[in-house]
Each structure stands twice: as C-alpha cells, then as structure tokens.
C-alpha cells in the first residue's frame, strides 16, 4: 500500500516575517541569529533563513505532475510570510500550469499591495488565507505585533474587490485564531467579514482554537481559550472510539486496483486523527521533508525532494511508525506527538 498525499505544502519563505506573533516560535531572522541553536532540529540549529528560488520550485513541483489528479490542495506557505517573497505570483502560474488545483496559501496580509494582489490573481491563485486575529486594532496587533490592522483589513478588502471585479476564481478564508485576547470578538468578527464576502465563489470564515505547536509554546496556558480544557477528555474519547470501531481501517483501505491511500484531511479529523500525517506532505524551502505543520526545525532528516521520490519519502519507515502509532492508540510513544494540540485546534474548527 502506497499513501498519496492529498495536500502538498511547499514552503517557499523561511525565518523572514514582517509581524512576530507572541505565540510563534519560529527563529525568525534579524531577532535571532543565522545560526541559532535550536534543540528541535535533527542538526541541532534553526534552519538557514531562504526564499526558495523559482528553478528550485519548478524542480519540487514537477515531481508532484503524475499526482495532480489526485493532490487536492496545493499550499505555498511554511515558517515564514509568503508575501516577502518578490516571485510568489510566479511560482502560482507554475504551479497551475502543472495543473496543481487549490493553489494558495496563508498570510497576515500587512504587505498585500494593490500590484501584488493583481499578479496573484492573474497567476491563477485560487485561495487566500487572511489571518485577521481581531475585529478592532487593539486587540489585532497585541496578537500579531509589527502588523497594522486598519492596512490589513482595507487590503483584503480590496482583494476581495478586485476579485470581484474581475470575476477571479478565487476563494477568501479568512481565519481568526481564537485565544483568550479575542475570543470574546469571534461572532461580530463572524459577522462582519461575512458580509464582505461572495460564498458563491467559495469565501468562508474560519474559526480555529490557539495549538501549543507541538508542544513548543511555553505560555499556551495563558493563552488558550477556557473552554478548551474540558473538550479535551471529549475529543481523547472520541479518538480512542475511532480506533476501537475500525474506523481508521476502514477509512485507511488501498485503492483496490492501485493499492493507494489517498483521503481528505476532514475525514482523518472527524476522526481525531492527524491529518497531516495521513493527508499532507510539507516541504521546506530547502526541500527537505517536514514531518508535520508543528515541525519547523526538521525532527528528522526524512529525506528531500528535490534528490527523491516524494512519494517514497512519505511513504518511508518515520512515517509509517508514525501512522501505525496514531491508528493503535500508541500516540503517547511519539514524541513530538503526546503534547501536541493542532489536533484538536483542527477538530473543534468552525
């Protein structure tokens, strides 16, 4: 049995950001040295600080042509902000005429400019992320620092107009992420970016509790929501439920004819399990293979793409340990697993 991942994640900027959100923990550059320690990583420090240049994407991408078909969404975002990155609208065009669908990514949107939102829409991009993490400015920007909320908010606004009046294929999501600071704001927040949006072309709000990365973010307790500690012996029973019933085997079945496993994130979290294991394949602007969205130093050295069959990376002896674990109840042997959150931050989402 072979898993195809129906989400690729390829990050095209690493350690460059223009906000430095106090529940990151990414070694972004100035603030932290080229060559900081970083006691996650596999080689013992962070990962160089790059912008992935666009023969080395066109190189990535074209592994992924055998698999369009069945690759679902196609993110070009990692551990860093995608809008520093001068040949992004490039690197879409590519990835579209690979014939890669979903094509997007998330940004906090500061650096959206009117010429920027242009190219990306003419490149073909088909979905956009906005994280807004407040309705007023106050609260936004005591969230995501070094960002301006009333620039923030006018250039989605605007994207969302010339969209429009272009009549762009392109969806709108934009996301809060919901912790103590502005939970309190989530349905006018709600309420008002729905009334900007088209949900003819596919625009939603997204609603996702604050995760510990893994286990990485020193003051999560400060920060959670208060009514997550309660729903978290709920969604363990859940979880352990889907084990018990077969509900992962019989999700998990290979293609009868190609032997493949190839699901949707959602089916892997309704069940309580790690959709990125299952479903996505992260690669770093390097093109070194991540294990997980929490892994943003590079656990282990899984191999890279650029050398490698992707496809064999996913489907190599880390991965299946990994797998195996989750679908046993074994999720306490992992490591990098037993304290993560992003679980059930993607479980309760709304």
């Known amino acids: 049995m072979t898993y195809i991942p129906s989400h690729v994640q390829i990050e095209t900027v690493n350690r460059f950001c223009d906000a430095r959100c106090p529940m990151c923990t990414i070694k972004f550059v100035p603030d932290w040295p080229k060559d900081a320690e970083d006691s996650f990583s596999s080689k013992g420090q962070a990962r160089p600080a790059e912008i992935m240049s666009l023969e080395t994407f066109k190189t990535i991408v074209s592994k992924f042509e055998p698999y369009v078909d069945r690759i679902r969404f196609s993110s070009l975002h990692g551990c860093g902000e995608p809008m520093l990155d001068k040949g992004l609208p490039e690197k879409v065009k590519f990835a579209k005429e690979i014939g890669l669908k979903e094509v997007g990514f998330t940004s906090n949107c500061n650096a959206l400019t ?39 908010v ?39 970016w729905r009334d900007l949006m088209s949900p003819e072309k596919g625009d939603n709000v997204l609603g996702l509790n604050i995760h510990n990365t893994g286990g990485k973010v020193p003051d999560y307790g400060d920060k959670k929501i208060g009514d997550f500690d309660p729903k978290e012996k709920d969604f363990l029973d859940h979880y352990a439920a889907s084990v018990d019933n077969g509900d992962f085997d019989n999700l998990l079945k290979p293609d009868g004819q190609t032997g493949e496993i190839c699901v949707k994130a959602s ?36 191999g890279n793409v650029i050398h490698e069959d992707p496809i064999e990376i996913y489907n190599n002896s880390r991965f299946s340990h990994y797998r195996e674990k989750w679908t046993s109840k074994g999720v306490q042997d992992l490591d990098h697993c037993r304290d993560c959150t992003i679980v059930m931050s993607r479980f309760y989402k709304t």
């Open 154 to 192: 006018e250039n989605v606004k605007r994207f969302i107009k010339l969209r429009d009046e272009g009549d762009y294929n392109c969806k709108v999501l934009v996301r809060m992420i919901r912790q103590q600071l502005n939970a309190d704001q989530w349905e006018d927040y709600n309420t008002f």
């Open 267 to 302: 089916e892997i979290e309704n069940l309580g399990g790690c959709p990125d294991l299952f479903t996505r394949l992260s690669i770093f602007a390097s093109g070194d293979v991540a294990l997980c969205s929490a892994d943003q130093a590079e656990y282990f050295k899984l």
């Open 114 to 152: 009117e010429k920027k939102a242009r190219r990306l829409l003419e490149a073909g991009l088909d979905c956009i992320i906005p994280s807004i993490d407040g309705l007023t400015k106050e609260v936004h920007e005591a969230i995501r620092p070094r960002t301006d909320h009333t620039v923030t």
